[in-house]
């Protein structure tokens, strides 16, 4: 057991590594995006990753043969840092512009900002970030410790990593508690970030079923999404027929949270049917993954949190909205704080 505070006066500061090794927890956006800035800055950086892909929210979902996008839907861009990584993206084709139908026969035309999708599934968007990375999938941190040679990171499955200079934390907020908790003020800093589970239902449909529009939100107290998969760019369906990603309401998905996958499946498509007035089809494939930490309900409000004393912080896009966007920003954000208390 340890517990971090702030150094008394005189006491030595923790000791400066000798080794430019950084440890970044996660492989969602925030944790490939400040990776990326930390190699381009020289450090040798290492990503641990609980799942056995990377991504994380930004994910391509492989049901048989067919891919859906499960968690986020497209991308917009506010800033020009993001601007700019988007048309990387799009120039070497790992994104193209969506302009969904949304309503019956138009084209959209009045969303504030462009749209993008990851082609040809979301998780593309994160590729380029994680080049020249040494990436560990399947590693699910489960302490920090600090030793006098650096950080040392501990697996749920009792294997050990480091010494690391500086770790960057890339989890979502509630997780970051888990693991930050006993840094002195970091525990009351996360505490004020809420985030709300999402239920992500998958359909794929023998024939084209749903109206001409391409995307609803906001339908019912049920339903906060629908969007006609297929019509994202690159994302035919072989044998025609279609695919449909349904996101349930944050407050429906906190209800139900603890339900039956299946059965939160066969609901949700039941409601998608009463509110677009649908025959009664049954879907070739139909499944249900539960975000837990899905959406940020209250963001911190900062950019990142950083230590440049124990040299450990976290990043995330619930620091400063709930976009994917903010992620980017918040883990260029990190990095480029830690590359300085570095040097
Ligand atoms: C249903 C849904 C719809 C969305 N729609 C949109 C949208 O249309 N547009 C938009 O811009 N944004 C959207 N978002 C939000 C967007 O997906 C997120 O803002 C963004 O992906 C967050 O990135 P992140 O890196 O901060 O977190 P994450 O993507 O959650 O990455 C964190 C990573 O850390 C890993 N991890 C967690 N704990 C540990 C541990 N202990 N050890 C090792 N690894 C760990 C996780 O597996 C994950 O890969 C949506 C999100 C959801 C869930």
Not at 14 to 34: E, F
Not at 183 to 202: A, D, F, K, Q, Y
């Amino acid at each position: 057991m340890y517990h971090l505070r702030p150094p008394r006066r005189g006491e030595a500061l923790a000791r400066k590594s000798l080794t430019q090794k950084v440890a970044v927890i996660g492989a969602g956006l925030a944790g490939l995006s400040c990776s990326s800035y930390l190699r381009r800055a020289g450090c040798f950086v290492e990503v641990f990753e609980q799942e056995r892909i990377i991504g994380g929210r930004v994910a391509t979902a492989r049901n048989g043969l067919v891919a859906f996008d499960s968690g986020a839907q497209y991308l917009t861009a506010r800033s020009d840092k993001f601007r700019s990584y988007i048309n990387e993206l799009v120039s070497s084709g790992y994104a193209a512009r969506w302009d969904p139908k949304t309503t019956s026969g138009e084209t959209k035309g009045v969303q504030l900002h462009t749209w993008y999708v990851g082609t040809p599934g979301m998780s593309s968007i994160v590729r380029p970030l994680a080049e020249s990375i040494l990436v560990h999938t399947g590693k699910k941190v489960h302490t920090l410790k600090p030793t006098d040679k650096g950080w040392t990171i501990w697996f749920e499955d009792q294997t050990s990593a480091g010494p690391f200079a500086a770790v960057a934390v890339t989890v979502p907020a509630p997780a970051a508690r888990l693991l930050l908790g006993r840094v002195e003020g970091m525990v009351e800093t996360l505490s004020r970030v809420r985030m709300v589970p999402t239920w992500s239902v998958m359909v794929r449909l023998a024939e084209r079923t749903l109206p001409d529009q391409d995307v609803y939100s906001d339908m019912s107290e049920v339903l906060r999404w629908i969007a006609r998969n297929s019509s994202k760019p690159g994302r035919n369906v072989s044998g025609g027929g279609e695919t449909v990603v349904i996101h349930a309401s944050p407050s429906w998905s906190r209800e139900t949270e603890d339900a039956d996958p299946e059965a939160v499946a066969e609901e949700i498509w039941g409601e998608v049917t009463r509110q677009l007035g649908l025959p009664a089809v049954t879907p070739q494939q139909i499944s249900a993954y539960l975000w837990r930490h899905g959406l940020v309900e209250q963001s911190l409000g900062e950019s990142f949190i950083y230590s440049s004393h124990y040299k450990v912080g976290a990043a995330g896009d619930w620091c400063l909205g709930r976009l994917a966007e903010h992620a980017y920003e918040s883990g260029q954000g990190l990095g480029k704080a830690i590359v300085s208390s570095l040097i």
